[in-house]
């Protein structure tokens, strides 16, 4: 493997028992530095434990959660654990789940998270002769600002495209020859379309050779199309805000799991109801401690999106443990009729029909009849709609797999290219739901 600033043998395939010992070191000064928050020193108290009980990283789980409604009850700046000159910049999450929370970074942190985006980067293959175009949003969204130094950091020639205009982001990946791209994976699927709207072939064209996509739950199947599309290796990248954004987990070039960078975080996977840990292997949710953090360092925190460790070495060999692809949040799951539905179970099935494009609506209503889920999908754009015994058989077997799938029969609506709007700036809104809850 190429030795770089950015591939860091030591850090990356260390012994995990040297790893241990550095996350305990670490765990133990964040610890201590946590008391410069008040309310650590209150949540200490109500525990009665003190940094000093803290001994072997077994330990971590006397430390208390920290949940997003803490960070909002401590709205702007309750978690800090600097004095405000120290900190350089503030970042909020997206508020997807409701209000935004607020995030702080030192100069330090802001270095650390580079090196972490320039580490992920540099690990799917970029190098500094690529060129990195980035079209998430650059303001309080992480994902602008995170790749952006991560990128520099490698040294690549960066677009700083940010969000939406895609006419404009297809005319700088040509113009300027942009050979690594950011994109949200719902972004990705859009800038496909208008390319062949637009006639432009991404493989004759373009020098798309990276993708980089994440910040959304998205299918094994999703990913695959996209890579057929645009002609490119798509990894999936793990971002969030309260952690410092994306850096915090990569899928190597084995895309088979996301190393999740334990020199950063010490990670645990809890059954989310009696928030108890489960082993390796088991689904759950999963809680990071910040490690190397110094504005805003946060224990235990609930990140809400589930997923397990894939058990084993990786064949790369990195020490750093592996996610699986995130299933969704734990708020994202849909009870209908007593059965429990992931969205990214729906959009696995409907994605093996290559009659079908990428976008759909799953709409949760109350009828007559009970609770209804109707699924509004877009036809592939090569697909005719004028071949009306052909639409009713594939409506037919949509439904039939979803019904092996998610156990419940959904009404299937398929409905041409283009008719669902999706926001070429926000996350995709994939589930909308009108039940009456009495
Ligand atoms: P918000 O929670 O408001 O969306 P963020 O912008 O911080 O704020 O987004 C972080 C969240 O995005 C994560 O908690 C997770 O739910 C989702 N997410 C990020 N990356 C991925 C990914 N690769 N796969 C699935 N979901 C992801
Ligand atoms: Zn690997």
């Given at each position: 493997?190429?030795?770089?600033?950015?591939?860091?043998?030591?850090?990356?395939?260390?012994?995990?028992?040297?790893?241990?010992?550095?996350?305990?070191?670490?765990?133990?000064?964040?610890?201590?530095?946590?008391?410069?928050?008040?309310?650590?020193?209150?949540?200490?108290?109500?525990?009665?434990?003190?940094?000093?009980?803290?001994?072997?990283?077994?330990?971590?789980?006397?430390?208390?959660?920290?949940?997003?409604?803490?960070?909002?009850?401590?709205?702007?700046?309750?978690?800090?654990?600097?004095?405000?000159?120290?900190?350089?910049?503030?970042?909020?999450?997206?508020?997807?789940?409701?209000?935004?929370?607020?995030?702080?970074?030192?100069?330090?942190?802001?270095?650390?998270?580079?090196?972490?985006v320039?580490?992920?980067?540099?690990?799917?293959?970029?190098?500094?002769?690529?060129?990195?175009?980035?079209?998430?949003?650059?303001?309080?969204?992480t994902a602008?600002?995170g790749?952006?130094?991560?990128?520099?950091?490698?040294?690549?020639?960066?677009?700083?495209?940010?969000?939406?205009?895609?006419?404009?982001?297809?005319?700088?990946?040509?113009?300027?020859?942009?050979?690594?791209?950011?994109?949200?994976?719902?972004?990705?699927?859009?800038?496909?379309?208008?390319?062949?709207?637009?006639?432009?072939?991404?493989?004759?064209?373009?020098?798309?050779?990276?993708?980089?996509?994440g910040a959304?739950?998205?299918?094994?199947?999703?990913?695959?199309?996209?890579?057929?599309?645009?002609?490119?290796?798509?990894?999936?990248s793990y971002g969030i805000s309260?952690m410092m954004g994306p850096g915090v987990a990569?899928?190597?070039?084995?895309?088979?799991?996301?190393?999740?960078?334990?020199?950063?975080?010490?990670?645990?996977?809890?059954?989310?109801?009696?928030?108890?840990?489960?082993?390796?292997?088991?689904?759950?949710?999963?809680?990071?401690?910040?490690?190397?953090?110094?504005?805003?360092?946060?224990?235990?925190?609930?990140?809400?999106?589930?997923?397990?460790?894939?058990?084993?070495?990786?064949?790369?060999?990195?020490?750093?443990?592996?996610?699986?692809?995130?299933?969704?949040?734990?708020?994202?799951?849909?009870?209908?009729?007593?059965?429990?539905?992931?969205?990214?179970?729906?959009?696995?099935?409907?994605?093996?029909?290559?009659?079908?494009?990428?976008?759909?609506?799953?709409?949760?209503?109350?009828?007559?009849?009970?609770?209804?889920?109707?699924?509004?999908?877009?036809?592939?754009?090569?697909?005719?709609?004028?071949?009306?015994?052909?639409?009713?058989?594939?409506?037919?077997?949509?439904?039939?797999?979803?019904?092996?799938?998610?156990?419940?029969?959904?009404?299937?609506?398929?409905?041409?290219?283009?008719?669902?709007?999706?926001?070429?700036?926000?996350?995709?809104?994939?589930?909308?739901?009108?039940?009456?809850?009495?």
């Amino acid at each position: 493997m190429e030795y770089s600033p950015y591939y860091n043998p030591e850090l990356e395939t260390m012994p995990r028992k040297e790893l241990e010992r550095l996350q305990l070191e670490r765990l133990q000064h964040t610890v201590r530095h946590c008391m410069n928050a008040e309310f650590y020193r209150k949540k200490f108290a109500e525990l009665g434990i003190t940094p000093d009980d803290i001994k072997s990283l077994d330990d971590v789980r006397r430390l208390p959660f920290t949940t997003k409604e803490d960070l909002r009850e401590n709205y702007p700046f309750g978690l800090a654990c600097v004095p405000m000159r120290d900190c350089t910049r503030l970042h909020s999450s997206s508020g997807t789940t409701g209000n935004p929370t607020v995030v702080l970074h030192t100069k330090k942190d802001l270095d650390e998270w580079a090196t972490a985006v320039a580490r992920c980067l540099w690990m799917v293959g970029s190098r500094p002769e690529d060129v990195f175009q980035n079209s998430a949003g650059y303001g309080m969204f992480t994902a602008g600002l995170g790749f952006q130094y991560g990128a520099e950091a490698v040294g690549m020639l960066t677009v700083p495209a940010a969000a939406g205009n895609t006419t404009r982001q297809i005319k700088f990946i040509r113009d300027f020859g942009t050979t690594v791209l950011h994109a949200i994976p719902s972004y990705a699927s859009r800038i496909y379309e208008v390319m062949r709207e637009e006639g432009v072939d991404p493989r004759r064209d373009t020098k798309l050779r990276v993708l980089c996509i994440g910040a959304e739950p998205h299918s094994e199947e999703q990913r695959q199309r996209i890579e057929e599309n645009l002609g490119v290796k798509a990894y999936n990248s793990y971002g969030i805000s309260e952690m410092m954004g994306p850096g915090v987990a990569f899928e190597c070039p084995q895309q088979n799991g996301l190393h999740i960078w334990e020199d950063y975080f010490i990670v645990e996977i809890i059954d989310p109801v009696t928030l108890e840990p489960l082993p390796d292997g088991e689904l759950g949710e999963l809680v990071l401690t910040t490690i190397n953090r110094e504005a805003m360092p946060l224990l235990r925190y609930r990140t809400r999106d589930l997923t397990r460790i894939l058990p084993g070495e990786c064949s790369c060999g990195r020490c750093h443990r592996r996610l699986a692809r995130l299933q969704g949040r734990s708020d994202d799951m849909i009870i209908l009729k007593g059965v429990n539905i992931f969205p990214i179970q729906i959009e696995k099935t409907l994605l093996k029909f290559r009659e079908l494009a990428t976008d759909y609506l799953i709409t949760l209503e109350t009828k007559e009849e009970g609770d209804t889920m109707t699924i509004d999908v877009e036809l592939a754009a090569d697909f005719s709609t004028d071949d009306f015994k052909a639409l009713l058989a594939l409506e037919k077997n949509v439904t039939r797999l979803l019904k092996d799938e998610i156990l419940i029969t959904p009404k299937i609506h398929l409905v041409p290219k283009g008719t669902l709007t999706v926001s070429d700036e926000k996350k995709a809104v994939r589930v909308k739901d009108l039940r009456k809850l009495f």
